[in-house]
């Protein structure tokens, strides 16, 4: 089954703005982080370890 690219692109955003203000995993923001990896991988059909590679990566190009 093909991926939404409008929904891919909407989880990317979202994770990405949580991973940015989740620095510390005692905070409740990464917690929230992982909360919403996991739901976004489980609709998006994904493995979480790669769907948080992929927002490491997005993170990493809009920085620069």
């Known amino acids: 089954m093909p991926m939404d690219r409008q929904l891919f692109r909407?989880?990317?955003?979202e994770l990405v703005r949580l991973k940015r203000s989740a620095d510390?995993?005692?905070?409740?923001?990464?917690q929230l982080y992982g909360c919403a990896l996991t739901e976004w991988a489980g609709q998006l059909g994904v493995?979480?370890?790669?769907?948080?590679?992929?927002?490491?990566v997005r993170e990493t190009a809009s920085d620069r």
């Open 24 to 30: 510390n995993p005692a905070r409740f923001r990464a």
């Open 10 to 13: 909407q989880a990317l955003n």
């Open 47 to 56: 493995d979480q370890l790669r769907l948080n590679r992929i927002v490491h």
